[in-house]
């Protein structure tokens, strides 16, 4: 039921989930992850068709190396896009904040929808592939996860991580205490972008074509729906959430047309049930008391 | 010239009036309860789909029951009213299912983003389950509508009359709603529930039944922009109402979250400026309801007619 291609869905699902996680943690609901994937998928597909350095052949075929240098690229411009809007919609706070993020994946999803080279409704199509098969794009779409939860996790101990959280239980608090609460903000957002851009260049690749429907506003949603379900008070909430809920749509698929109703269901019953999601810090404290042996 | 000028104007204006009618939706929502309820796109929907079949509309091949309606069509104010209600009823299990749940439990309002998008995933697809996902087109002349002419010849120029009827039931809607609002006990009730619930609630005011008399409205709103717009371009495609969902949310914030005249002033405006794009350039438009309100917020964070608020320590 859940061969190779759906498991690296189901990766990347996680990646975006961490990628919303991260501004979540300092407090921001930022729905600007599908226009960040945008930008980087358009870029890989962008260089990859058309820059012949890069080492695509006739054949569809494209080297490894040139993969990595893409997401590293699709990454920065991510990053670079992020720092320019952030230092603006950072100011806004909550609502305003999540509406204003909504604004920039649209405006981002017309401009690829319209812009001269991006191919428009159609998009870029025959993206060269740098492996053979789908199960070729698990071992980078699992170091890229394995990367940003190192990232995660690492956060949680560093003075970046504690001020984040602190912005995240009362920012003004935060900010009397002496945090640079702007720079902690606008460092997460940069983060999430990044994490968000090259996820998106893998993409590109994996999916083989890229257009505009790639970032829109539903993606915004579901990809929060992967932090609200997992859980947004520990790294492995997102990771979980966005695994799940990639593969519910396609383990569906049996029932058919329902299959739609159903993923809207769980998303509306989900939050209602459990409240903090799937995965909560208390979780995984007794996870670990179990792991050495059922000691209280 | 004059003409065209003048086409443009009223089509800005009409398609400003329902940007209005939906971001009023949100507005009546989010002043009661603090929160948006993103499935108001999907309820535009369901209203345009309720028009359609109440107008006597026959469900297409690819739908749940191909072939089905009702065996006559009502007139079409009265199928218009019918279906604001029903998605007004809707709107009130919307709240139930969604929102009521969440408010039990004092649960973070970020939840309800989620649930109400959920309760609009569900709605979109079971449109698309009943009626299929193909497009509909209701009778495109008025003269089977209301029995108006076609076309109307104003100070010299000929326009739709759809427009016109599009603008002014918008407008008769907002006025209506505003004034009710603004002098019934009714809606001096619902405003005492927005500015603090638990003093209206001391005050012998049933913030329960505020919350669901908002929800129901709300859907009312959403619903008669459904219908109407469907009457006046197409059905095409039960995912049609998001995009208006969307660039209500627009002007809601354009005008200030919470402020009625805001969304009134916001939506007339979004869709004056949408109809001034040039038609070489019509593809950006969809961008220029965003790419305003991005201005506004950085500039104005409150709105143009929103309230300033301070936090206090």
């Not at chain 1, 989930?17 to 599908?34: C, F, I, K």
């Not at chain 1, 695994?243 to 809207?264: C, N, W």
Request: proline share 5%.
């Amino acid at each position: 039921m859940i061969d190779n291609g759906l498991l690296v869905q189901m990766l990347l699902g996680a990646l975006l989930g961490l990628s919303v996680y991260l501004p979540l943690a300092a407090g921001q609901l930022s729905l600007a992850t599908p226009a960040f994937y945008a930008v980087g998928g358009t870029l890989a597909a962008l260089l990859s068709t058309r820059w012949s350095a890069l080492g695509a052949t006739a054949s569809g075929g494209f080297p490894v190396p040139s993969l990595l240098l893409e997401l590293v690229l699709g990454g920065l411009l991510a990053g670079l896009l992020a720092l320019l809007v952030g230092r603006l919609v950072l100011r806004l706070q909550g609502i305003y904040l999540a509406i204003a993020t909504i604004a920039l994946v649209e405006i981002v999803r017309v401009a690829i929808l319209n812009l001269p080279f991006t191919g428009g409704a159609v998009g870029i199509f025959a993206i060269p592939q740098p492996f053979a098969t789908a199960a070729g794009y698990l071992l980078p779409a699992l170091a890229l996860l394995a990367l940003a939860g190192w990232v995660c996790q690492r956060l949680e101990g560093m003075p970046l991580g504690r001020a984040m959280a602190a912005i995240r239980d009362d920012e003004l608090a935060a900010r009397c205490m002496g945090i640079d609460t702007t720079g902690a903000k606008l460092t997460a957002f940069v983060l999430s972008a990044v994490l968000a851009g090259s996820t998106g260049a893998l993409a590109a690749h994996f999916l083989n074509t890229w257009n505009a429907r790639q970032g829109s506003f539903d993606a915004s949603i579901t990809t929060l729906a992967f932090v609200i379900l997992g859980g947004s008070r520990t790294w492995l909430g997102p990771v979980v959430g966005g695994l799940l809920l990639t593969a519910l749509p396609e383990l569906l698929r049996p029932v058919g047309d329902v299959r739609l109703v159903l993923f809207g269901l769980v998303i509306l019953l989900g939050p209602v049930l459990a409240p903090q999601g799937l995965i909560t810090p208390g979780l995984l404290e007794r996870l670990g008391r179990w792991g050495e042996g059922g000691k209280p | 010239m004059i003409e065209a000028l003048l086409q443009t104007l009223l089509n800005g204006a009409a398609s400003g009036g329902v940007y209005a009618l939906v971001a009023l939706g949100y507005t009546l929502v989010f002043s009661v309860l603090g929160v948006i309820n993103f499935a108001q796109g999907a309820l535009f929907s369901v209203g345009g789909y309720l028009t359609f079949l109440l107008m006597g509309g026959k469900i297409g091949v690819n739908g749940a029951l191909p072939g089905w309606g009702l065996p006559e069509g009502l007139p079409f104010w009265l199928a218009l009213l019918l279906a604001a209600a029903g998605s007004g009823l809707i709107g009130l299990l919307v709240e139930r299912l969604a929102f009521a749940p969440l408010r039990r439990r004092n649960a973070e309002p970020l939840l309800a983003l989620i649930t109400s998008l959920g309760a609009g995933v569900v709605l979109v697809n079971l449109l698309q389950l009943l009626m299929g996902a193909e497009g509909y087109a209701f009778p495109q002349s008025t003269d089977a509508l209301a029995g108006l002419p076609d076309v109307l010849v104003l100070g010299g120029a000929r326009i739709r009359t759809i427009q016109l009827l599009l603008l002014l039931i918008s407008a008769a809607a907002v006025l209506v709603l505003s004034l009710w609002l603004d002098r019934s006990k009714g809606g001096r009730a619902l405003r005492a529930v927005a500015e603090d619930a638990t003093t209206a609630q001391l005050l012998g005011i049933h913030s329960e039944a505020m919350v669901r008399l908002a929800f129901f409205l709300s859907g009312g709103l959403a619903g008669l922009g459904g219908g109407l717009i469907g009457v006046s371009v197409s059905l095409p495609g039960p995912y049609f109402g998001i995009g208006y969902g969307l660039k209500g949310l627009a002007v809601l914030v354009l005008g200030g979250l919470g402020s009625v005249p805001g969304a009134i002033a916001g939506g007339l405006l979004m869709g004056l400026a949408e109809a001034l794009v040039p038609s070489s350039a019509s593809g950006w438009r969809d961008a220029l309801a965003f790419a305003i309100l991005f201005g506004v917020l950085l500039l104005r964070p409150s709105g143009l007619l929103g309230r300033r608020t301070v936090e206090k320590v």
